[in-house]
């Protein structure tokens, strides 16, 4: 039920708002029939959220970690991480007008891995730029005007917030040789350097999404106790592969969880950052880095 709540209410707010903003005309009966189930819908959320919340503050939950907790529990995954991460893109276009970047110290070393994607997301801005223009030009209607612009500029925003999530979020090889491999706030990977075998660079071009995940397999590149491969695509190309000594658990964008033993990603110096890791690392008998 609370699946349904949580998709219904914005797509009949939605449906609802691009009605009577084009000018449809909707029967009263039709509108109030349409409101007063949004209007369940709400109350029934919030009556949810309010049981989990006063079933975590008898446990002796306090206010602000029961509120989390109870948000957990009544909000699915997809909603909280979509919602997350549409926040931390607008922290992302003002981290990257003031040329910051994020969860880089002093003795790390950022590694970029914009560059096989940089010139699409120019062009893919350049198209929705021509065509805010060329639609205020060509449509005649003011309020369907004013639809279209808004759209067309939260189009723009969020590309230039995916690159800008890009640049300010690289990978990270730490100083102690561990890694932290990113793209923006979609993904992001923690592998500690005690857990690394091997790192080398290794060029790819496997087709598909930005993450893929084959499951383990024993006579394979996987790991017969649960740890498959995890290619991170950039650009259609990943250019560092490592190997752990033990799976590491990793988050997909919407929630979902695998493990990994091998990771492929991209990173645009695969040889600075396999230099970095193999010099941070302590040598290990019978181990090839």
């Not at 909603?79 to 997350?84: E, G, K, M, Q, S």
Request: with cysteine.
């Amino acid at each position: 039920m609370k699946r349904v709540a949580w998709f219904a209410v914005p797509v009949c707010e939605i449906g609802l708002i691009v009605c009577l903003l084009a000018g449809v005309s909707l029967p009263t009966p039709l509108l109030l029939a349409a409101e007063a189930v949004v209007l369940v819908l709400v109350v029934l959320e919030a009556l949810i959220l309010r049981r989990h919340y006063a079933a975590a503050r008898r446990s002796g939950t306090g206010r602000r970690d029961a509120l989390v907790a109870a948000v957990r529990t009544a909000v699915p995954t997809p909603v909280r991480r979509l919602t997350a991460q549409e926040i931390r893109s607008w922290g992302n276009l003002v981290r990257w007008a003031a040329r910051r970047t994020h969860g880089v110290g002093a003795a790390d070393l950022p590694v970029p891995y914009t560059g096989p994607q940089t010139a699409m997301l120019y062009g893919l801005l350049s198209v929705a730029v021509v065509e805010t223009v060329a639609l205020a030009l060509l449509i005649p209607w003011p309020l369907v005007h004013l639809i279209m612009l808004v759209l067309d500029v939260y189009t723009v925003l969020m590309v230039l917030a995916l690159h800008a999530g890009c640049v300010t979020r690289p990978h990270v090889v730490g100083a102690d040789g561990s890694l932290r491999i990113r793209y923006g706030t979609l993904f992001d990977l923690r592998i500690p350097a005690a857990d690394i075998v091997s790192v080398r660079a290794d060029r790819r071009f496997p087709d598909g999404g930005l993450l893929q995940y084959a499951p383990a397999q024993e006579d394979g590149d996987g790991d017969k106790d649960g740890g498959g491969v995890l290619d991170l695509v950039v650009g259609s190309q990943t250019t560092v592969r490592v190997e752990l000594s033990a799976p590491v658990p990793f988050v997909r964008p919407l929630g979902a969880t695998g493990r990994a033993r091998v990771v492929r990603f991209h990173a645009d110096r695969p040889e600075e950052l396999v230099k970095a890791v193999r010099a941070a690392l302590p040598p290990a008998p019978g181990v090839r880095r």
